[in-house]
């Protein structure tokens, strides 16, 4: 075991507002925190990091009451405290926004904020009460929605605005954000970064969990380092490097992202030539996507880049049978097809992996195996369960493949850390043995060493003759794995081009705005 090194002068407030002294904490079989030491300070902007699975959200955890440790001490303002339940956390001042959005998408937006707290008048929840202070804390976050929506209608990154908006409202000393920038795209982390930057002005001790490096060097004073549930170390942002802190996490040499990138120029992927495996034509929907032309090679790995709400998800999803187009058509192999639903698409052998893990996709109460091969079975049919033994194998299988952790097939999903869950939903969809995978964000919130592990997945599947659709928020991995990028913007397809040329300026100036696209047009 690494011996933690000292750690660095507290800031100007010497007394920490939180001390978690030598906690521990077990689950069945696993050592989750082992006698983990930490500390935030008033003011302070503090990153938790670690791989998947090394222990952050157990450690947060701990912290907001939701486990009882095994052994150890959390002090809150120098006392001893153990909360029983994240109520009383929050009662203390410590607010929590999980890694998950745990609001209820069928109460409004006021609703969920002020959830278990409403204003009261005469024994009735005042609901114009209600509404005048969600607007006010709404107003503070930047966020211009109506708190009488139900929450469900908006977006993911706007519901994660929303809970954070939730945890601002009760005043909180202590705010912990478990990965909240997942979902978000530029501007929105932006802004909440505006927003955690003011908090911290004002005295609040910060929490930021988040697997972007370049988001933690902006915004973290501190940094605390868990590996394999051991705490690694505490040190001053400025004085740890990048690639130190990349090693710290990972414990060994960092493979080279550079291999990568030259796999994927020396695989072609498309046979310029022959019957592409899908084509649309005029595909659209009213309302969702404004019609597109659309070839994909096999082999070949189309990026589809642009802002959140860009369109980029709902071309997906008519490619997926999620939804159902209404103008336009569909081909396969030159062979035109309708895909009314995710069924009939994957009896084409196309598979699509949501964004949404939560609602589209983990099934919390099963197993790592019935998750891994629910697809599969869904497939063949319910009346014909797949045999006990190779469903075992297969299990085994992607369990290996993707370095899922824990390495149990019986371990029930809803234990598993956040990117082991979304690693789970990538085996569920290459167990099927697709022809054209459509992966949806399928890195987000993913640690660095098991993004490149499915970033490498990607390339040799496509080197095998499979057809990707590669959507994601981060550029640089567009770029890398695809051998075409599709640009959407308002909803519309603006730019179907060679990756060879592009770059990352040049893409962003794509997604952003229309000028940039007749440079472009000039310069390729
Ligand atoms: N309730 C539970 N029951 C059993 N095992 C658990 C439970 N909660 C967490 N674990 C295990 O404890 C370990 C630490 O998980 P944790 O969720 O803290 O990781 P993490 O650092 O937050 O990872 P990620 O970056 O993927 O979110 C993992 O091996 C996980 O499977
Ligand atoms: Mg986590």
Sequence with gaps: MTEPSRPPAPPAHPEPIVEV???????????????????????????????????????IKALTGVYQADSGTILFAGTPVSFHGTAQAQDAGISTVYQEVNLLPNLTVAENIMLGREPRRWGAIDKRAMRA??????????????????????????QQLVSIARAIHIDAKVLILDEPTSSLDNDEVAELFRIIRSLKESGVAILFVSHFLDQVYEIADRLTVLRNGTLIGEYLTPDLLRIELVQKMIGKEVGTLEELEQRVRENEGADAGGTPFLRTRELGRKGSVAPVDLT???????????????????????????????????????????????RQALAHRIAFSSENRRTEGIVDELSVRDNIILALQADR?????????????????????????????????????????????LARWLAVAPRLLILDEPTRGIDIGAKAEIQKLVISLAENGMSVVFISGELEEVLR?????????????????????????????????GDAEEDLEETA
């Design 133 to 158: 202070r969600s607007r006010e804390v709404l107003a503070r976050l930047g966020l211009d929605i109506d708190p009488d929506s139900m929450l469900g209608t908006h977006s993911l990154a706007i």
């Design 381 to 425: 049919g319910w009346f014909r369960p797949i045999p006990r033994k190779r469903a075992e194998e297969l299990a085994q299988s992607y369990i290996e493949a993707l370095h899922i952790r824990p390495a149990n097939p019986d371990a029930i999903v809803r234990n598993l850390s956040g990117g082991n869950q979304q690693k789970v939903l």
């Design 481 to 513: 794995l695809s051998h075409r990028i599709v640009v959407m913007r308002d909803r519309r397809m603006i730019a179907d081009l060679d990756n060879d040329a592009l770059t990352i300026d040049s893409l962003l100036a794509l997604i952003a705005d």
């Design 296 to 342: 994909i090679a096999e082999g070949e790995v189309v990026g589809f880049a642009g802002l959140l709400g860009s369109g980029r998800t709902e071309v997906a999803r008519l490619l997926g049978g999620i939804d159902r187009s209404d103008a336009g058509r569909l081909e396969l192999r030159g062979d035109p097809v309708r895909l009314r639903t995710p």
């Design 21 to 59: 002294q030598r906690i521990s904490i077990s689950f069945p079989g696993i050592k989750a925190l082992d006698e983990v030491s930490f500390r935030m300070f008033a003011g302070e902007v503090h990153s938790l990091m670690g791989e998947n699975g090394a222990g952050k959200s157990t450690l």
